[in-house]
């Protein structure tokens, strides 16, 4: 199975954005989905994640309220609705699945053996 984000973009401070992951060759059924992201000079983090059939969704702190993250297993898809949009967002954003995890998301990276390539997300303040 393999990864693709997409949606990323340049934006103003307050705006929103919605990232896109596809998974192909595979399903998404029995595999928890994440966000994670990394800005330049940091570790990669945590940002959502959604369980196996939706059951289990947590957010980072810094995120909880103004992002939302979603997945459609019947189109192999997961979302990730950015709104209220911060300077301190700007990071690239990769999708992740983890096929062990099922319904309860790990913050940890090491968690996750499915990954995207990362798509890049810039907010000017």
């Known amino acids: 199975v393999q990864l693709q984000a997409s949606g990323g973009g340049l934006v103003q401070a307050g705006d929103s954005l919605r990232l896109s992951c596809v998974a192909s060759g595979g399903t998404l059924g029995g595999t928890l989905m994440a966000w994670f992201r990394q800005a330049p000079g940091k570790e990669r983090e945590f940002v959502a994640g959604?369980?196996?059939?939706?059951?289990?969704?947590i957010y980072s702190d810094f995120v909880r309220g103004r992002f939302t993250i979603s997945r459609d297993d019947a189109k192999n898809m997961v979302y990730l609705q950015m709104n209220s949009l911060k300077a301190e967002d700007t990071a690239v954003y990769y999708c992740?699945?983890?096929?062990?995890?099922?319904?309860?998301?790990?913050?940890?990276?090491?968690?996750?053996?499915?990954w995207g390539q990362g798509t890049q997300v810039t907010v000017s303040s």
């Open positions: 992740a699945g983890g096929r062990s995890l099922r319904y309860t998301p790990s913050q940890l990276p090491s968690a996750y053996d499915l």
């Open positions: 959604n369980s196996w059939r939706g059951g289990n969704i």
